[in-house]
T-cell receptor
Framework: DTGVSQDPRHKITKRGQNVTFRCDPI?????LYWYRQTLGQGPEFLTY????????KSRLLSDRFSAERPKGSFSTLEIQRTEQGDSAMYLC???????????FGPGTRLTVT | EDKVVQSPLSLVVHEGDTVTLNCSYE??????LLWYKQEKKAPTFLFML????IEKKSGRLSSILDKKELFSILNITATQTGDSAVYLC???????????FGTGTRLQVTL
C-alpha cells in the first residue's frame, strides 16, 4: 500500500465555480479526516468519517462545503461557489481502527482567482 | 477551547547544531500528543507520546512528554540540511480524535 492519495494535487479555479477533490485512504483504515491548511498555520479540522458515516463537522465547514464517503472507501470534498478565502491546501488523513495517529495524503492546493 | 502552542515560530541553525522545539497544550481529556514533520507537502508522522517521562527516539530525533506541566519537546541532534522543515505538534481532541495542531516551528538548517 502506498499511503493516502489525493487528486488533483493542484487546482486553479475562478471565483464562483464548483470544485471537487478526492481522497483515497490507506486500505483498512476506517477513519478519514479532512483538514484545511493556510500559509503559516497548522492544519485545521473540517470533517470526519468513520466508515461511511460523517460523524463530525467543524464550524469552519460552511453550507458551501459537502463531503461524502460512499461505501466507506474513498471520500470526496466539494466546494460550491468558491470564494477567494477558500484558497488553501486541503489535506486528507486516515487512521486505522483503534489507532490515534493519522497519516496524511499529499494534499490538494486550491487557488481561487 | 483546546489549544496547542509551539515555540519558537522559526529557527535558523547551522548544520551540526542541536535544536529543541517546544509544544505546550491545554486540552480537555488529554490522551496523547503527536509530532509531525512537514516539508513542502503533507505532514509526516514522527512520534506519538502518551506517558510522561518516557523518551521516544528515532535516529537523531527524540521527544519527551511532561503531562504535569502540559508540554512536550522535540530534540534534533547533529542537524542536517534535510531536517529543514516545519515541525508540527498536535493533540487528538473530542470524540472524533480530530487533531488540534499548533502553528508549527519552521526550522532552517544552513551549511
Amino acid at each position: 500500500d502506498t499511503g493516502v492519495s489525493q487528486d488533483p494535487r493542484h487546482k486553479i479555479t475562478k471565483r464562483g465555480q464548483n470544485v471537487t477533490f478526492r481522497c483515497d485512504p490507506i486500505s483498512e483504515h476506517n477513519r478519514l479526516y479532512w483538514y484545511r491548511q493556510t500559509l503559516g498555520q497548522g492544519p485545521e479540522f473540517l470533517t470526519y468519517f468513520q466508515n461511511e458515516a460523517q460523524l463530525k463537522k467543524s464550524r469552519l465547514l460552511s453550507d458551501r462545503f459537502s463531503a461524502e464517503r460512499p461505501k466507506g472507501s474513498f471520500s470526496t470534498l466539494e466546494i460550491q461557489r468558491t470564494e477567494q478565502g477558500d484558497s488553501a491546501m486541503y489535506l486528507c488523513a486516515s487512521s486505522p481502527p483503534g489507532g490515534v495517529e493519522q497519516y496524511f495524503g499529499p494534499g490538494t492546493r486550491l487557488t481561487v482567482t | 477551547e483546546d489549544k496547542v502552542v509551539q515555540s519558537p515560530l522559526s529557527l535558523v541553525v547551522h548544520e551540526g547544531d542541536t535544536v529543541t522545539l517546544n509544544c505546550s497544550y491545554e486540552v480537555t481529556n488529554f490522551r496523547s500528543l503527536l509530532w509531525y514533520k512537514q516539508e513542502k507537502k503533507a505532514p509526516t508522522f514522527l512520534f506519538m507520546l502518551t506517558s510522561s517521562g518516557i523518551e521516544k527516539k528515532s535516529g537523531r530525533l527524540s521527544s519527551i512528554l511532561d503531562k504535569k506541566e502540559l508540554f512536550s519537546i522535540l530534540n534534533i541532534t547533529a542537524t542536517q540540511t534535510g531536517d529543514s522543515a516545519v515541525y508540527l505538534c498536535a493533540v487528538p481532541t473530542g470524540t472524533a480524535s480530530k487533531l488540534t495542531f499548533g502553528t508549527g516551528t519552521r526550522l532552517q538548517v544552513t551549511l
